[in-house]
T-cell receptor, first 114, second 114 residues
Framework: DAMVIQNPRYQVTQFGKPVTLSCSQT?????MYWYQQKSSQAPKLLFH???????NEADTPDNFQSRRPNTSFCFLDIRSPGLGDAAMYLC?????????????FGDGTRLSIL | DQQVKQNSPSLSVQEGRISILNCDYT??????FLWYKKYPAEGPTFLIS?????DKNEDGRFTVFLNKSAKHLSLHIVPSQPGDSAVYFC?????????????FGKGTHLIIQP
């Protein structure tokens, strides 16, 4: 039973055409994260929401935005995708802010840019 | 600069033997460490974790060891089974109790030989 669900699994978009990736969770966790993982690289945190509070990483490009309309859903918007944005995008959740808790990941969306 | 390093991109071990995966970190403010397992086309799955107040944590066939003075941790899998073949990511979290994301290594591809 998938608890963190990402849609779609594969997304192809054109250079410069906005794209939205979706994540939903059935865990009722307060925190949701978005990571970017390029080929043979470590996953890299883009931003996270603690409840409705948005926290952007300092080096996340302005091209990347996020929305969290409710506890269950979180979206990643890429306003004008460039070729360098082709990657696997991973959504994760954790229950709350406590330090010693694992994050739970979805299966990711692989984004290709034509 | 990578703060979490997995220096072995791949490791091959015979079935039934011990698999030892290593991870080094540079930031002394990390206080929670995790190992994730990832199969192709799936997201990372949480395996085991350890907080900085411990030096060992065990869960079935999996044991994680932490050497804070050396800034080194390792994952031991005994005995190794064919289903253990996967990419293993080491990850670390900063102290402070906040909702900061995880800093990942690049992963080690473990191959269990029959």
């Amino acid at each position: 039973d998938a608890m963190v669900i990402q849609n779609p699994r594969y997304q192809v978009t054109q250079f410069g055409k906005p794209v939205t990736l979706s994540c939903s969770q059935t865990l009722n966790h307060n925190v949701m994260y978005w990571y970017q993982q390029k080929s043979s690289q470590a996953p890299k945190l883009l931003f996270h929401y603690y409840d409705k509070d948005f926290n952007n990483e300092a080096d996340t490009p302005d091209n990347f935005q996020s929305r969290r309309p409710n506890t269950s859903f979180c979206f990643l918007d890429i306003r004008s995708p460039g070729l360098g944005d082709a990657a696997m995008y991973l959504c994760a959740t954790s229950r709350d802010r406590a330090s010693y808790q694992p994050q739970h990941f979805g299966d990711g969306t692989r984004l290709s840019i034509l | 600069d990578q703060q979490v390093k997995q220096n072995s991109p791949s490791l091959s071990v015979q079935e039934g033997r011990i698999s030892i995966l290593n991870c080094d970190y540079t930031n002394s403010m990390f206080d929670y460490f995790l190992w994730y397992k990832k199969y192709p086309a799936e997201g990372p799955t949480f395996l085991i974790s350890i907080s900085s107040i411990k030096d060992k944590n065990e869960d079935g066939r999996f044991t994680v060891f932490l050497n804070k003075s050396a800034k080194h941790l390792s994952l031991h899998i005994v005995p190794s089974q064919p289903g253990d073949s996967a990419v293993y990511f080491c990850a670390a979290k900063l102290s402070g109790g906040g909702a900061d994301g995880l800093t990942f290594g690049k992963g080690t591809h473990l191959i269990i030989q029959p």
